[in-house]
């Protein structure tokens, strides 16, 4: 039997080959359409039109000399000026270098974190800033931290046995505090920069 | 509305019975199936009690190493092997039932599962001996034992051997029925068979290009973001593939147990072809604030992520109508009254509108998660386990028990034990999800990471007790609902063999409209396969190009045990 009889056999009489779509799933598929064109639109504006910032191709570092090569090998904060940082975070198996960056309030602050080993995460509590740390890449983002307090950054990525006890804290300060602290503990900060190698651990 | 009501000709489906080697070869699968839900789902708990600071793992000392050891038993066994065992050995039955006919090439399939086993039992070596406590998603550097990654390969491949079986035997199925429609369910299985094979593409040259050539030591390091790349090429995908087969019941078999048909027959096609078009290229939702991928990348796949979400919304359509003409027919009334009219006292119906359920608030999630922006806010929390486990733990593993309900006692002849057992273990299974999953949403939107022992985590403020608490409740439930499942299967396989009358039936779901009626652009391969080779060229290619011909091979990893 060709295919055209057995079409036309098994075709009801009077209808013909359609969607046969229910008026009800109709207006429920575009009402769907509807509902996603305004979710894409969203995070289209959200994401680029309203200062809104996601890592993305920053620039690539030799997980190999990280720890002995370029700003990862002295990691810590660095006054730009007019109130303005950054910071450089070496992310560990398993801990960060440095445990805690002091910054004063309202400071604006370039962070970087890259790791020397393993994949790990960078998440600072209660902000914006969530990266994922992948070796051989760099991760950035910029964030203001308006208002005083600590804010946890937590390692995301599971990195093996000890990743549970991987974070550090970014403590916010008033100026005052900040001017203080890094006058009378400048070298405080260099040693605390420089603790990072922990192979030992393993 | 005209409800045209006509038995479909031409298709000979419910006439076939599977012979006693088409049991035990299904059958088989399953097994593998269900003793890997078992042992994973045995893990669950530890898992969950730990956040509450009952530390079961040190009593456990001899058996099991780490916390991260049995996180990564219970992501393996149960999002990858309960799920593709069962997944290929539910596609054999809605193969050969759906059609109607054998297997035309049945020693493709046999080797396939052979191929799966042996695969399965080299993985599963180094993971007993902490020898591949890497989880899930093995992101390198973090090394395994070799034998971990040949097994996985393995598995998938197998996998593959035994869609190229169901293909061959849909070609033969419709060389002899020339201008008919294929039948739905096998039709639906093979789909998500081929978007099987298309997906695990990334996964495939990660291993073989980049993990291999580094255990075998043709390369001393690694390129860990394109090996991220290739993984999440193949991750996301692979949730449709787990979930696929549960919309073949929900559209193709659900209807039928409520007493009903399926709505739209042109329609459930359409979505399957949805998903094998746009399954695949959204990869990068995974990798929103990874470095190294530039931005546009991210948002494109964000957007056809939404594109994804459409075919799941006309299954919710499709599906719930489905079930109201079904609950109508039975007497129901109301505008939600009719809910009370299907069939709760089946267990597998139950399982499965309770799987539907969760899955609702599961897709609300996800649609967070695939959001370019607020991504970030969740990236890497609790809530992404929370949301999987509304997803695959719930959604697909529930209707995958619901589907055992039936097919276990078809497939040995036997009556299900402990219907009301059964029933209960739905319920449970429910209740105990909701409890877990809720918490772990809120725990991640306060800032809690996922993968992490938090009851030896230092940072835990004590906010976040009340909800660890609920985590570790809830998965104590779970853990009661999966011991009644194993029960259920355990007593039923053991049973006394039962009158032919008295074991459950295939139940295969006619359409309301003539399936003959549904054009002819939803029956063929063809167009989709091309359409969605040259979408994944036009969302990957480019981003793959580049790092690729940009591959950095230095990341050697840790020379120290890490796990």
């Not at chain 1, 800033?129 to 070796?135: A, C, L």
């Not at chain 2, 081929?194 to 990660?206: C, R, S, V, Y």
């Not at chain 2, 772990?440 to 608490?469: F, I, K, Q, S």
Request: proline content about 6%.
């Amino acid at each position: 039997m060709s295919a055209d009889t057995l079409e036309r056999e098994q075709e009801p009489a009077g209808e013909h080959l359609t969607m046969g779509i229910d008026p009800w799933e109709k207006n429920w598929m575009r009402v769907s359409i509807l509902l996603l064109v305004v979710f894409a639109v969203a995070i289209t504006v959200a994401g680029f039109a309203a200062g809104f910032q996601l890592p993305g191709e920053e620039s690539e570092v030799d997980p190999r000399t990280l720890t002995t090569e370029g700003p990862w090998a002295d990691p810590g904060l660095r006054d730009l000026g007019n109130g303005h940082y950054e910071a450089y975070v070496l992310a560990q198996a398993w801990s960060f270098a440095p445990r805690e960056l002091v910054v004063p309030v309202g400071a604006e602050v370039d962070i970087y974190v890259a790791s020397s080993d393993l994949q790990h995460g960078f998440k600072v509590t209660d902000t914006n800033i969530n990266m994922q740390i992948v070796p051989g890449q760099v991760s950035k983002l910029t964030f203001t931290f308006d208002e005083i307090g600590e804010y946890p950054y937590i390692c995301t990525e599971y990195c093996g046995q000890g990743h549970a006890a991987m974070f550090g804290t970014v403590q916010v300060v008033s100026e005052a505090d900040f001017a203080a602290a890094s006058s009378d503990s400048s070298t405080d900060t260099s040693t605390d920069s420089t603790t990072p190698t922990t192979e030992a651990q393993g | 509305m005209t409800i045209t009501e006509r038995a479909p000709a031409a298709v000979e489906q419910p006439g076939y019975q599977l012979t006693q080697f088409e049991r035990r070869f299904i059958g088989g699968h399953l097994f593998v199936a269900i003793v890997a839900l078992g042992i994973g789902s045995l893990m669950g708990p530890l898992q969950s009690l730990e956040y509450s600071n009952v530390n079961l793992y040190k009593y456990l000392d001899p058996i099991l190493k780490s916390y991260y050891q049995g996180l990564t038993l219970h992501g393996v066994l149960n999002a990858l092997v309960w799920t593709t065992f069962f997944i290929v050995g539910f596609t054999n039955f809605t193969t050969i039932k759906g059609l109607g006919r054998p297997l035309s090439h049945p020693r493709v399939n046999q080797v396939g599962f052979a191929t799966m086993v042996i695969g399965l039992l080299m993985a599963a070596v180094p993971l007993l001996l902490n020898q591949a406590t890497v989880l899930y998603t093995f992101y390198p550097p973090l090394e395994a034992s070799v034998f971990f990654y040949l097994g996985l390969t393995l598995v998938v491949v197998g996998s593959w051997i035994e869609g190229v079986g169901f293909y061959l035997t849909l070609a033969a199925w419709r060389k002899d029925h020339r201008g008919v429609r294929s039948p739905f369910i096998a039709l639906a299985g093979t789909i998500n068979a081929a978007m099987w094979q298309i997906a695990t593409l990334g996964i495939a040259t990660e291993i073989l290009t980049m993990i291999l050539p580094w255990k075998f030591g043709i390369t001393d390091a690694t390129d860990p973001e394109l090996a991220r790349t290739y993984f999440w090429f193949t991750g996301h995908p692979l949730v449709y593939f787990w979930l696929l087969p549960a919309y073949v019941s929900w559209y193709g078999m659900l209807p039928k147990q409520a007493g009903g048909k399926l709505f739209s027959d042109s329609l459930a096609r359409l979505s399957f072809w949805m998903f094998l078009l746009v399954s695949v290229p959204v990869g990068f939702h995974h990798q929103f604030v990874d470095p190294g991928i530039p931005q546009v990348w991210k948002w494109l796949h964000a957007i056809l992520t939404y594109a994804v979400f459409f075919p799941s919304m006309l299954t919710a359509f499709t599906v719930i109508a489905s079930l109201e003409y079904a609950a109508r027919k039975r007497g129901g009334t109301g505008l939600i009254g009719w809910v009370r009219a299907l069939p709760w006292g089946d267990p597998s119906v139950t399982s499965q509108l309770l799987a539907g359920i969760l899955f609702m608030f599961g897709g609300i999630g996800g649609l967070t998660n695939a959001s370019y922006n607020i991504n970030l806010v969740i990236h890497n929390t609790t809530w992404v386990p929370g949301h999987f486990h509304l997803t695959v733990a719930t959604a697909v593993t529930l209707s995958f028990i619901g589907i055992t309900y039936w097919l276990v006692p078809l497939l040995c002849g036997k009556q299900l034990w402990g219907r009301r057992v059964a029933v209960a273990q739905a319920w449970t299974w429910f209740v105990g999800m909701v409890i877990f999953s809720n918490a772990m949403h809120m725990l991640g939107l306060l800032g809690a990471p996922r993968r992490t022992p938090l009851g030896e985590a230092l940072y835990v403020p004590d906010e976040w007790n009340g909800h660890l608490l609920r985590v570790s409740i809830g998965g104590s439930i779970l853990l009661v609902a999966v011991i009644m499942y194993l029960v259920v299967m355990y007593k039923t396989v053991r049973g006394p063999v039962a009158d032919p009358a008295d074991v459950p039936q295939a139940p295969i779901a006619e359409s309301l409209r003539h399936p003959q009626l549904t054009p002819v652009w939803l029956d063929r391969f063809k167009p989709w396969l091309i359409a969605a080779g040259l979408l994944l060229v036009l969302s990957y290619g480019p981003q793959l190009f580049d790092q690729i011909s940009d591959m950095s091979l230095n990341a050697p990893g840790v020379d120290f045990p890490v796990f």
